[in-house]
């Protein structure tokens, strides 16, 4: 008899086991989710990060430029960009002027 | 600090980047320099020296130390450009109807009857005493330095300011610089289009020497019905007939300018280009009667523009552009 009871205990302890299992199982389910999900938003993130910004259209420094720029085929090899002195920016003012004698 | 005043029958304008009572001192003076220059130099002075040795008639005359400067450096002018700038052209200029100061000339249509052209006797000619300071001038000979003499005496002013502070003096269209400013940046000359005196074809950035314009789109005159003008080609004794309406030089100095341009508008734009090319210390642009422009590769170097994002595409050296005539 003494044995007896431990076989209630016995099959007590078989359908513990298996709720424990059903357990683990829906917790991996939920943490591989999870994972995927969280994958997934970082995918999503690099994919945002990685969509090319739009590039800042350099604008000529004159009007001489935009229109030299207007019948330049901008694929060809660049040119040395000369950086103008900001006092030769402006149109100097005339100082003396050069013509025939008067 | 500015100053205006006439002289040599033309508009002059001297700048002097300063504002001490030293540079007002001596802004005062120039004036008189001037008026001691023309009294010297002018032909249009009774009383003046060249006048004088003018009338010397195949004597010796000792002259001043201005004439002689003035003498030497109309000679050096008629050596480098062969003859084609020469102040042996009096007779020629007066027989064009130039008998009179160009005033007088314009406001009382006093303009004498063309004369044939008159043969120009060789600049070589002229006989000279550096140790008398004394010049002969073989009989039939008469002098007229008016292709040099502004252009002297815009540099002479401006050597003796430039002990003050840089300067600028702008002689009747003869520029002559001493220095870059006291800024370290250089003078911006106009250089006026003679189809629209008041507005500029280009603007020359200069830090010293010269820059002179010759032409006739102002120095001229009908006589028995003919344009006539100022600028004498020795090879013919006639006005120069060219291609050529205005021809603008930056050189080392004014009388180089001044001369360089005179050679350029008698030789016309092909030759005249050439001319300029083949000289270092010269660079020029002409404007031709039907409103081209041509300027010579190394005007570049002075030229101011607007600045560019990319390099403009390499030139030739020579450009060609058109300008509006109306």
Known sequence: ?102 | MRLDFRAMGCQMLVLIDSDTADATEMLAKVPTWFEAWEQSLSRFRDDSELNALNRADGEPMRVSETLWQVLDASIAAARESAGLVTPTVLDAVRAAGYTTSFDLLVSSANAADAMASKAIIDWRAIERDEKKRSVRLPQGMHLDFGGVAKGWAADQAAQRLSVIAPVMIDAGGDIAISASRSNGEPWSIGLANPFEPESDLEILMIERGGVATSGRDYRRWQCNGKGQHHIIDPRTGAPAETDVLTATVAAPTTRDAEAAAKAAFILGSRAGLGWLEARASLAGLLVLDDGRIIKSSRLQNFLWSEPLAFEPPPSNGVENVSVDKS
């Open chain 1, 1 to 102: 008899m003494t044995s007896q009871a431990y076989p209630a205990k016995k099959i007590s302890t078989s359908k513990s086991g298996a709720g424990i299992k059903m357990l683990i199982m829906a917790s991996s389910l939920i943490a591989t989710m999870g994972g995927w999900a969280i994958l997934a938003i970082g995918q999503i993130q690099g994919a945002v990060n990685i969509i090319p910004q739009a590039q800042p259209i350099v604008q000529p420094a004159s009007p001489a430029a935009q229109n030299g720029l207007g019948s330049t085929n901008l694929q060809t090899s660049p040119r040395q960009v000369t950086v103008p002195n900001a006092q030769t920016q402006t149109q100097p003012r005339v100082l003396g002027r050069t013509r025939s004698s008067r």
